[in-house]
Nanobody, 119 residues
Framework: QVELVESGGGLGQAGGSLRLSCVASGRAISDYAMAWFRQAPGKEREVIAAISWNGANTYYAGSVEGRFTISRDNAKNTLYLQMNALKPEDTAVYHC????????????WGKGTLVTVSS
């Protein structure tokens, strides 16, 4: 069992930056691919970034590519999401997740952290 806890959300300004963290406990995250999802009010949850177990491969949704960077520190059992050039449409609850591979469904989910971007 893996427990995931996100932090770093809050109020950001358009054009500004925020950094989200996701700390895992229970098992080493090096056993898993990891991903960030978000769900905006009234919208479906979407995957925005994913990273392989060793960080060698990454994926970004078109809406965040070039602005967000996913990274991981397996020694600290932590996943990160650096968010730059924030837009009001980035406002959402952000969840981290862990699973067997980037192309597989995620098995473990955090409860999420709210990011609100003001214009």
């Amino acid at each position: 069992q893996v427990e995931l806890v996100e932090s770093g959300g809050g109020l950001g300004q358009a054009g500004g930056s925020l950094r989200l963290s996701c700390v895992a406990s229970g098992r080493a995250i090096s056993d898993y691919a990891m991903a960030w999802f978000r769900q905006a009010p009234g919208k479906e949850r979407e995957v925005i970034a994913a990273i392989s177990w060793n960080g060698a491969n990454t994926y970004y949704a078109g809406s965040v590519e070039g602005r967000f960077t996913i990274s991981r520190d397996n020694a600290k059992n932590t996943l990160y999401l650096q968010m730059n050039a924030l837009k009001p449409e980035d406002t959402a609850v952000y969840h981290c997740a862990a699973g067997p591979s980037m192309s597989h469904g995620m098995d473990y989910w955090g409860k999420g952290t709210l990011v609100t971007v003001s214009s």
